[in-house]
Structure formats: C-alpha cells, structure tokens
C-alpha cells in the first residue's frame, strides 16, 4: 500500500482524545458505580484500562489489507478451498463493550495467488480487535479475503460467545452465537458450502 493509501486509511479514523482525557473519563466511570478513584488500590486503575483498551481495540490503528498484499504467484494448478481452522478471536461487542469469545474459520478458493497462512489469522485479528457485531464481522473477514486475494470465492464461520448475554441480560451462561458468511463461488454453490461446513466440524 502507498504512503497515500496509508494515510487515506488513517484519515478515515475519529480523531482519538489525549490518554490524560481517557484517565479522567475512567475516574468518573469509577466514580459512576460507587467508588473511589483516589483509594490506594484504584489510583492506577485509570492507567491499566487505558493500556488494556490500546491492546482490546488495537485493530482500529490496522489496516487488514495490508496483510494481504504479499502473495505467491506460483500455486501450480491448485484450485481447491485453503481452509484454516480454529483461529481464536476476542473481541467486544458495540452494545455493551462486553467479550466476545470464539473460534473463526476461514476458506478461500484461489484464483491466481496464495498467502501465507499466518496472514489470514492476522485479518481476522484485526477486525475482531474492535468493537464489533458477530455478523459484521464475519462479513469484513470474508470480504477483505476476497478482495485482497482477488479469490473466487471466501468463506467464514464464527461460534463465538458473548458476554453480554452470559454475565447479564439473560443470563445463559452456555449460549453461543454461530454466522456464516460466503462470497463468489461459496455463495453460489451450496456443495461447496457443504464442504466447507463439513470440513471444519472434522475433529
């Protein structure tokens, strides 16, 4: 990506507020529910959730293209799906800014290049790194694959809990939420949809 792009991508995100201005909302948060900002055990809590939230919502200072960009050409005829499996995500959900917990698979159907496979982990890290809803996020996860890899086809699946529904709300402490979301070739071929299902509920 060009120096341009970068900075258009930058450009496109909220101006951010000074850490000074984090704590000091963090104070009055704390002061919200009850207690004490300036006891001994809280006077650097500000400071820990501020650092905590640079780590939660890093993915919105990336850009998941970029991990995209540096492909092999030669795939000597391969024209099958690449699936990866089990890519763990943490998350936080828009509502509430609670966890959500999970599992990500992904699959793409090369047309003319392949990546190397911890780059696609690395997309899927980026988007979740935000706040997010299940579906949007499955959704960016394929798309940007398909897109940057110029593929016939992307799939995802999500199962994923959350912990706005499991700690509060309705308290289902074992409900999980499962998406799928298919481009190209996947959307238009339910076989292929089937497979890719089949594939990552194998043990």
Do not use: W
């Amino acid at each position: 990506m060009t120096n341009k792009n970068v900075t258009e991508f930058k450009a496109k995100l909220v101006e951010k507020i000074s850490k000074e201005e984090a704590k000091k909302a963090i104070q009055t948060i704390l002061k919200y529910i009850g207690e004490n900002p300036d006891r001994e055990g809280l006077i650097e809590t500000p400071k820990r959730v501020i650092k905590a939230f640079d780590e939660y919502f890093s993915g919105y200072a990336e850009d998941p293209q970029l991990y995209l960009e540096k492909t092999f050409g030669d795939v000597e005829g391969y024209n099958d799906m690449v699936i990866q499996k089990n890519i763990s995500i943490q998350s936080h959900c828009e509502h509430h800014m609670a966890p959500i917990i999970g599992i990500t698979h992904v699959a793409y159907i090369p047309s003319e290049k392949v990546v190397g496979l911890s780059k696609l982990a690395r997309v899927v890290e980026a988007y979740s790194r935000r706040l997010q809803t299940q579906e949007r996020l499955t959704m960016q996860i394929a798309n940007a694959i398909n897109k940057g890899l110029k593929a016939h086809g992307a799939a995802v699946c999500i199962d994923a809990v959350h912990q706005c529904m499991t700690t509060r709300g309705v308290m289902k402490e074992n409900a999980s939420t499962v998406t799928n979301y298919f481009t190209g070739s996947f959307r238009d071929s339910q076989s292929l949809q089937q497979r890719f299902l089949s594939y990552i509920n194998q043990k």
